[in-house]
């Protein structure tokens, strides 16, 4: 027996040995491929993480055609996970208000029981105090930022106060501006309190009356009365370069025009973010037109419109502080100027199809990228510089792009209008509603009575009622006033009507000449309107059992 044992052990002793180093060599080789692919592997842009919808809209895109909804229009602030603070951080809060009552207590014991009541001092603090906490409770849809000192009234008892502000579902930075007018008395423990607060806007002597010119300019014939209030926040001058040095020293991403030019406002949302993404990731400025073309879908010619200004529709400020860019014509012109001597020319590489990858062109020193797209559809769209493999290299960066701040400042003026506090529907009709093939019932459950039906199981009679729609009749909803104080855009006309802010300032864009209030800007702020709604009620899924996209798509 001792003899078979001798001979057996070593035969185990191999196999637990064999055993152990194939485990080794699965763990060697596991280690191997997640150091692999650790390396190699690029996350999904995480703003389309925020919004599942909006992934699945722009990714499913057949044979290179662009296919989107152009019922609501989103852009960076509204893919942002959570509300961005002020740039300076501060808030105004019932505690900031506490702190500051007691330091003036602790200087002065005065109450204003002594004082006559039916005049009030508005430059005493205790007076802004006052309109502080009053705002607190009656405004909670909006984050109070700084406040200007409040000022006489048309009456004694009344004070005007300004204010900085931003709504709570607001998820930029941007700030807001606000005037009203607040009438006060004399509360318990001999402190004042306001006992009204007038509209939105109401307080006119705390209004700035600034512009940007000291008198009306004039554009040959045409003349532009600088608006009486003037957003001094909004800077989108065109950066220049400066210097033949500055110029060569700097790395610039070129695209040629291609066929994404005169397609839905989406697509060439698509498609300018993938081209500034790849500029991003080369390390590179991008070289970007400001002039743009309205697709007849939005313009109210029907028709294509070319020489729409970038900045009509996007905060350009935005961009210029978040990513590198040129504007078109100022590189153009310094690259002519500075592109003289045939020995010291600027090294171009030119690119003249999307099939040469962002990869490719890494490690390339060219002074100028220029990409071509001179291929016939859909080869020129400059989306397909992103897919493939492209796509998990290049991030498109949704942060940089947010909407006109002078299109949220008519959104933050219809939502002032109804003191912050309002419900909405979205009501999506248009062609989808004659389509009775992709959705049949869509047309029905739209009706003014399937409306009225519908919101009343989630929203109270008499409440404020926005109508985000596309349908162009607007008397179409006259039947939910018998239960709801209704709101439609068009009841905002005066917002860009030619004696607003808004149509003073895109004349000065536009050389003087008037700029049409058209249907991209309308489902824009129609869309901010219905975000920073208490309840919304959405076409699909509330209103209709279709598919949003059509029949079997849900």
């Known amino acids: 027996m001792k003899e078979t044992n001798t001979e057996t052990n070593p035969i185990g002793q191999n196999i637990i040995k064999l055993i152990s180093n194939v485990c080794f060599s699965v763990f060697v080789f596991s280690v191997l491929i997640f150091t692999i ?6 996350p999904p842009d995480p703003w389309f993480q925020s919004s599942q919808a909006l992934t699945k809209t722009f990714t499913q895109v057949e044979n290179a055609t662009f296919k989107t909804d152009n019922s609501v229009v989103k852009t960076g602030e509204d893919l942002s996970m959570s509300p961005a603070l002020s740039p300076t951080g501060a808030l105004i809060t019932e505690a900031t208000i506490e702190i500051s009552e007691e330091k ?15 005049s009030i001092n508005c430059s005493d603090p205790r007076v802004l105090f006052a309109i502080e906490k009053f705002n607190l409770k009656t405004f909670k849809s909006i984050v109070f930022l700084d406040y200007q000192k409040p000022v006489n009234g048309s009456k004694p008892n009344e004070c005007d106060v300004a204010w900085r502000f931003r709504n709570k579902k607001e998820k930029s930075w941007r700030r807001y501006r606000d005037f009203r007018r607040f009438r006060l008395g004399i509360g318990q423990n001999c402190t004042y309190k306001v006992t009204s607060a007038l509209r939105w806007h109401s307080g006119l002597n705390a209004r700035r009356f600034r512009s940007r010119f000291n008198s009306t300019r004039s554009f040959g014939s045409a003349r532009i009365s600088p608006p009486t209030v003037r957003d001094e926040e909004i800077n989108d001058t065109i950066p220049i370069v400066g210097s033949e040095t500055a110029f060569k ?27 500034l993404g790849e500029a991003q990731y080369l390390n590179r400025t991008f070289v970007m037109d400001l002039s743009i073309c309205l697709s007849g879908s939005y313009s109210q010619s029907n028709k294509d419109e070319e020489g729409k200004d970038f900045r009509y529709y996007f905060d350009f400020e935005h961009l210029k502080e978040t990513a590198s860019i040129v504007e078109e014509g100022e590189f153009m012109k310094d690259w002519k100027k500075w592109d003289k001597s045939r020995k010291n020319k600027i090294p171009v590489r030119k690119v003249s199809t999307y099939k040469v990858t962002p990869m490719q062109l890494k490690k390339d020193k060219s002074t100028i990228i220029w990409r071509q797209f001179d291929a016939p559809e859909p080869d020129n769209y400059w989306y397909r510089v992103c897919e493939g493999k492209a796509a998990n290299y290049v991030q498109r960066p949704w942060h940089s792009l947010w909407k006109s701040k002078r299109l949220m400042n008519i959104v933050s003026e219809i939502g002032g209008k109804m003191d912050w506090d309002y419900d909405a529907v979205h009501v999506v009709r248009g062609e989808k509603a004659q389509n009775k093939e992709l959705w049949p019932h869509l047309d029905s459950d739209t009706s003014p009575e399937a409306i009225l039906a519908k919101v009343k199981e989630t929203i109270p009679p008499w409440r404020n009622l ?24 068009d009841d905002y006309k005066e ?12 004349m000065l864009l536009n050389d003087g000449k008037a700029v049409d209030f058209d249907g991209y800007m309308r489902v824009a702020v129609d869309t901010e309107v219905l975000y920073r709604a208490k309840t919304q009620v959405e076409t699909f899924y509330n209103l209709t059992m279709d598919c949003k996209d059509g029949i079997n798509t849900c």
């Open 37 to 42: 692919i650790a390396v190699t592997y690029q």
């Open 104 to 118: 003036m207590v602790n200087s002065t014991a005065l109450s204003v029981c002594a004082e006559d009541s039916n």
């Open 249 to 275: 020293k700097e790395r610039y991403l070129y695209y040629s025009r291609g066929g994404d030019y005169c397609k839905g406002m989406n697509q060439f949302l698509w498609s300018f973010l993938c081209g």
């Open 466 to 489: 926005y109508v985000a729609t596309n349908e162009p009749f607007y008397n179409y909803f006259d039947r939910l006033r018998s239960s709801y104080k209704v709101h439609l855009l």
């Open 495 to 506: 917002l860009w009507g030619n004696t607003s802010e808004w149509y003073n300032e895109t």
